[in-house]
């Protein structure tokens, strides 16, 4: 097969006080995502797309939250280690896409800045990734502030 799509869903919860990561950048937030790692929910849900694509499980396989040389890892770290195995299983991306659900705060500021940065992390031109976010019209747990959630889809090609 020359071509393969995968991809990836994750989900963190928000507590006061933590820093706020997603796509590889800080963004400015009273409230941080709950996680094992720097909780970067967006690089996650890549990390998924891309190891799904390859049939090669998910980021916890990778990367478990039950071992000590992940814990407050920087999630770009866990990208270029997935961006390792894409590479050594023969391929290259052709694109990505990331859907990020969050009620607040807006990220419309940060959105080139996260696509430079997913792109100079996976060694590809900031065109192949698309970063978009939304809420959820107040409704649900992404509605309410309590947590995030984040959907990705990636394209690999072989190389």
Request: proline fraction near 3%; charge should be negative.
């Amino acid at each position: 097969m020359d071509m393969r799509i995968g991809n990836g869903y994750d989900v963190h919860a928000l507590a006061e006080g933590l820093p706020l990561w997603l796509g590889g950048v800080r963004i400015e937030s009273r409230t941080g995502c709950v996680a094992h790692s720097d909780g970067d929910v967006a690089i996650h849900a890549l990390c998924d797309a891309l190891l799904g694509a390859l049939a090669l499980g998910d980021i916890g396989r990778h990367f478990p939250d039950t071992s000590g040389e992940y814990k407050g890892i920087d999630s770009k770290i866990l990208l270029g280690k997935t961006m390792e195995l894409v590479s050594a299983a023969g391929y290259s991306v052709g694109n990505v896409d990331i859907t990020i659900a969050l009620q607040k705060p807006k990220l419309a500021p940060y959105i080139m800045q996260m696509r430079e940065t997913l792109a100079g992390v996976m060694g590809i031109d900031v065109s192949a990734v698309s970063v978009k976010a939304t809420t959820t019209e107040k409704l649900g747990f992404v509605g309410r502030s309590e947590g995030c959630e984040v959907y990705a889809s990636a394209l690999l090609k072989k190389d």
